[in-house]
């Protein structure tokens, strides 16, 4: 019982505290960065509404507000008002690939669901098998990538300069992968969308990290046509990508330990004997794991 009051004490509770005080933070910095653009948008949408009763006086206010719920409730169903009937589906093979690869991941965007009473259950246990499915590949996924440090322990010597030659094939391989995983995806997405590379940037970001607002999703403009595999492919890219990030984060913590090791090699001190000298007056090398 004094283990238990101890951890709580001396671990837990700092943690949470530090928790509820980063999420008032958050909470205090998006009122005072939204509330105000929330404010504007209002009263400009209730300006339009106006104006456009001055024009079109044929129309009283409570008609309009009908047909505002039925935008709004075409828009929560995924059907996008602006264009006409002739608009690309929601839910051809591509576009239910990528919103099948939404679910398994959790992402959500949340911008279209399924609407039938029938594919709301399939939703259900749909998404009861495929997310520890999706959570078992891409562990599996991420311990294939790690082979290659496997490769690189396999250069092991004592000597500093191995060591050295393989962080910097370590950090050149995750540089590679960064580019074609978080920085060209971003390229192509602003290209085909008209967006900006912050845009496109935030859209991977919120994508990746799985949070899925659905302000930004490609391949729902009615007005740009797309390749028929487009979507799919944003699929794809959503499963290497968040297998990357998985990736990233099993690798950075022995990373960053093994290159304060080589560190404190320069400055001439040793870990594991702490300043132990060999016979030679040297700190004694010692292998450092990249991997677990």
């Not at 991977?204 to 391949?219: E, K, N, Q, R």
């Amino acid at each position: 019982m004094p283990r238990v009051c101890t951890c709580w004490g001396g671990r837990v509770l700092p943690l949470l505290l530090v928790y509820v005080c980063y999420l008032l933070l958050g909470a205090t910095i998006f009122q005072l960065l939204e509330k105000q653009a929330e404010a504007q948008s209002r009263n400009q949408f209730q300006i339009e509404k106006l104006h456009f009763l001055e024009n079109y006086t044929c129309l009283d206010q409570r008609a309009l507000e009908q047909f505002v719920q039925v935008i709004m409730e075409a828009w929560v169903k995924g059907v996008n008002p602006k264009g006409n009937s002739t608009n690309p589906s929601n839910w051809d093979f591509g576009s239910s690939l990528f919103f099948a690869g939404t679910i398994v991941t959790t992402i959500g965007y949340g911008n279209l669901a399924p609407s039938t009473e029938a594919g709301q259950v399939f939703c259900v246990f749909y998404a009861l098998v495929g997310i520890p499915l999706n959570m078992v590949f891409l562990n599996h996924l991420g311990r294939g990538l790690r082979t290659y440090l496997a490769f690189l322990e396999r250069w092991e010597d004592p000597p500093k300069r191995s060591q050295l030659l393989q962080l910097l094939g370590l950090a050149l391989f995750l540089t590679l992968g960064t580019l074609v995983i978080l920085i060209f995806p971003p390229m192509v997405f602003s290209h085909v969308e008209g967006w900006n590379f912050g845009e496109g940037f935030y859209f991977a970001f919120i994508t990746l990290s799985t949070i899925g607002f659905g302000d930004y999703v490609v391949g729902m403009d009615p007005n740009k046509h797309y390749i028929s595999v487009y979507r799919s492919l944003a699929a794809i890219w959503i499963l290497l990508g968040l297998s990357w990030l998985a990736f990233l984060l099993s690798v950075g913590p022995p990373l960053l330990h093994k290159c304060s090791q080589l560190w404190l090699l320069n400055r001439g001190l040793n870990l594991k004997d702490k300043g132990a000298l060999g016979t030679d007056g040297l700190p004694r090398p010692q292998k450092i794991p990249i991997s677990a």
